[in-house]
């Protein structure tokens, strides 16, 4: 146990020690806690692994199943994995952590709303599964650790915005060119 989080000041992210007495407020509180990790659990294990596709062991949830609805699919999961976003914040994660984090669910969010592409995608990019790991690793370090920002995060986090940014070129020179196809097709045509 660590000093740091033993005396926090808020008894909400006071962790006990094994055999101390708590407070009513400070019980109220470490459960408050322990209740919105187990939410966030919750979330990513339904949204991103609760099936398994028996011999195969391949895992899913149901975030590709209600991505499936155009658009509002894919928006609905990515508010539902904000939750976990949210409780990464009030737990004061690193911002390279956060930004990581979010980057897992605008990517999901992005590739998603593509057709049938981002179907697909939905079933391999588990968004909240990644997310939820990250939380956890970082609660498990010390706090002194947790506010450390390594070179590993921040040379993961310019490579995931690259991979967007790529995608968004992509898509955007994508819709130049359908569109100036089909300009070329009705002009031609008419």
Avoid: C
Avoid at 23 to 43: F, P, S, V, Y
Avoid at 143 to 153: F, I, V
């Amino acid at each position: 146990m660590h000093m740091d989080s033993y005396h926090s000041r808020d008894p909400a992210q006071r962790q006990a020690v094994e055999g101390e007495l708590l407070t009513g407020d400070e019980r109220r509180g470490t459960a408050i806690w322990i209740g919105k990790q187990n939410l966030a659990k919750w979330i990513s294990v339904w949204s991103d692994t609760v099936f398994e596709i028996p011999g195969l062991g391949f895992r899913f949830g149901l975030d590709p199943i209600i991505g499936l609805i155009p658009v509002a699919g894919d928006f609905a999961t990515a508010l539902v994995s904000l939750y976990i976003l949210t409780l990464a914040a009030e737990m004061q994660v690193p911002r390279s952590t956060m930004l990581r984090m979010g980057l897992n669910v605008a990517n999901d969010y992005v590739v998603g709303t593509i057709p049938i592409v981002g179907n697909l995608f939905d079933f391999a990019w588990k968004a909240n599964a990644r997310n939820m790991q990250l939380l956890e690793r970082t609660l498990a370090a010390p706090p002194a650790e947790r506010r450390k920002q390594s070179l590993w995060d921040w040379l993961i986090l310019i490579g995931l915005l690259a991979v967007l940014v790529a995608l968004f070129i992509g898509s955007l020179a994508m819709a130049i060119l359908i569109a100036a196809w089909m300009a070329r097709l009705f002009t031609h045509g008419a």
